[in-house]
């Protein structure tokens, strides 16, 4: 196993590092909370359509981005496109894991690079870098001509969820780039071989999963020391249950978000799966890359995890394998169609306000958002990125076309959670709670009280600034 592979750029696990990294990164970070002035913001060309920000030709880029599930090389092809447009430049690039360790001391020093893929288990906590003023404003960005179609602003030409996940400190800081989709996973060769067929309701699940059981293969597996994974899929029955006011007043801190009846309901259906014995035995203790490689040695059928697991695994998947999404099933009195599905804006890219070459970053990073860099960031990673139609007429692989299917069926009836990344000690505190819950250590309602209590701490701080969402 590869270090890249094993810090995995997942946004939850992002999540999750960010309230470890407050403790110790807010002071750190704050050291250097000034922005830059028009000497760190490079650019002095004329502003054009072609040019919107006016970046000088010769201004050198230093581009660092995390090296984990989707590698680098899509970074480095969108850098000759780069390099095209501006042939004197001298670009800098650097495909790294432990971001914070490697760039915290460069943010101190008032020398950040230009672009920053901000991502991986080791990511710079987004909120200190946010309300410490580290951070550019993208409204520019995203206000200025599309590469693709001068006439339209990039805004018009993106996914709604990337503004809206951009939002930091009231304004938009981050350029979130996959569409991530966060759902079941299953082999659909070994279905198919099999004769099965994933299921909609919770009873043809359960009657599944006894049938999965049967033929001696386990019907769960999840990451256990990252609970956040196997906390999505209790999230997500939760939400189809009782519809999108579960998860908006959970983000919104609403007094007893957590102890709604849905999400009572969809604790006590992980339990049930724990009590009739359908996940495999020792995956509380296995990390994501080990639970996910007993996943792909056909020992469980389904797993939980982002649109990204099926290029992760691709140094340990059989050639035959076919890693394919699925919806999971619908609770008794559910609200939400089966039809629905969990996304997320992720991988965020920032440029920081004291960069030498700012400009130049917020270029580079229009030239990531048109239809040329973002498809073949899919072909190299199998992911979608949140240009629209940036994959049409692309072959896809089985991950990367299953998932693309269920944002579409899906449509308005998709749903995002933002409370552990605009609230990471809460985020923290819920996934240590999901681990407990999954090993059945707690109840459904002890699960329910405690999240409540851990939210209502967070509501009644002083110091956290507050998101809405509508």
């Given at each position: 196993m590869n270090s890249s592979r094993s810090t995995s750029r997942r946004v939850f696990l992002r999540q999750a590092a960010t309230g470890a990294l407050l403790a110790t990164g807010g002071s750190l970070l704050a050291a250097c909370a000034s922005g830059g002035g028009p000497d760190?913001?490079?650019?002095?060309?004329?502003?054009?359509?072609?040019?919107?920000?006016?970046?000088?030709?010769?201004?050198?880029?230093?581009?660092?981005?995390?090296?984990?599930?989707?590698?680098?090389?899509?970074?480095?092809?969108?850098?000759?496109?780069?390099?095209?447009?501006?042939?004197?430049?001298?670009?800098?690039?650097?495909?790294?894991?432990?971001?914070?360790?490697?760039?915290?001391?460069?943010?101190?020093?008032?020398?950040?690079?230009?672009?920053?893929?901000?991502?991986?288990?080791?990511?710079?906590?987004?909120?200190?870098?946010?309300?410490t003023g580290q951070l550019a404003d993208l409204s520019e960005l995203f206000d200025a001509p599309s590469i693709d179609d001068p006439a339209k602003k990039i805004r018009d030409t993106i996914a709604p969820i990337t503004l809206e996940s951009a939002q930091l400190a009231g304004k938009p800081l981050a350029l979130n780039y996959v569409l991530?989709?966060?759902?079941?996973?299953?082999?659909?060769?070994?279905?198919?071989?099999?004769?099965?067929?994933?299921?909609?309701?919770?009873q043809e699940f359960l009657d599944l999963c006894e049938e999965i059981k049967k033929s001696g293969i386990a019907p769960l597996a999840h990451q256990g020391k990252y609970p956040s994974y196997i906390g999505q899929l209790v999230l997500d029955l939760a939400v189809k249950h009782g519809g999108h006011d579960v998860i908006k007043g959970i983000d919104n801190l609403e007094p007893n978000?957590?102890?709604?009846?849905?999400?009572?309901?969809?604790?006590?259906?992980?339990?049930?799966l724990k009590g009739k014995g359908y996940i495999l035995k020792g995956t509380e203790g296995l990390d994501h890359i080990q639970a996910q490689t007993s996943w792909n040695e056909r020992k469980a059928a389904f797993i939980p995890s982002g649109s990204w697991l099926e290029n992760e695994q691709k140094p340990v998947a059989p050639?035959?394998?076919?890693?394919?999404?699925?919806?999971?099933?619908?609770?008794?009195?559910a609200k939400l169609p089966a039809d629905c599905v969990q996304i997320s804006a992720s991988e965020a890219f920032i440029v920081p306000e004291r960069a030498k070459n700012r400009v130049g970053g917020?270029?580079?990073?229009?030239?990531?958002?048109?239809?040329?860099?973002?498809g073949k960031f899919t072909e190299l990673t199998g992911s979608q990125t949140v240009v629209t139609g940036a994959a049409d007429g692309l072959e896809l692989t089985p991950g990367a076309a299953s998932s693309a299917a269920l944002v579409k069926s899906g449509g308005a009836d998709n749903w995002t959670a933002y409370f552990s990344s605009w609230y990471a000690p809460l985020g923290e505190k819920v996934t240590s709670l999901f681990g407990e819950l999954a090993a059945a250590r707690i109840s459904a309602d002890d699960f329910?009280?405690?999240?409540?209590?851990?939210a209502d701490a967070v509501a009644k701080d002083p110091q956290t600034k507050k998101q809405e969402r509508a």
């Open positions: 760190s913001s490079g650019g002095g060309a004329a502003k054009t359509a072609d040019n919107p920000f006016g970046v000088k030709a010769t201004d050198p880029l230093d581009v660092v981005v995390f090296r984990g599930g989707y590698g680098d090389d899509y970074t480095k092809f969108h850098e000759t496109l780069y390099q095209k447009k501006f042939p004197d430049a001298k670009l800098s690039h650097k495909g790294i894991t432990d971001i914070s360790v490697q760039l915290q001391p460069r943010f101190n020093g008032g020398n950040p690079p230009d672009v920053v893929d901000n991502s991986g288990a080791a990511a710079m906590p987004m909120s200190t870098l946010a309300s991530t989709v966060i759902s079941l996973w299953y082999d659909e060769t070994l279905f198919r071989q099999r004769g099965w067929q994933p299921a909609t309701t919770w978000a957590w102890k709604h009846p849905s999400l009572k309901v969809a604790a006590e259906a992980l339990l049930e050639k035959d394998f076919r890693t394919t999404a699925v919806r999971s099933p619908l609770l008794d009195g917020l270029e580079f990073l229009r030239i990531m958002l048109s239809k040329q860099a973002a329910c009280t405690a999240a409540q209590k851990a």
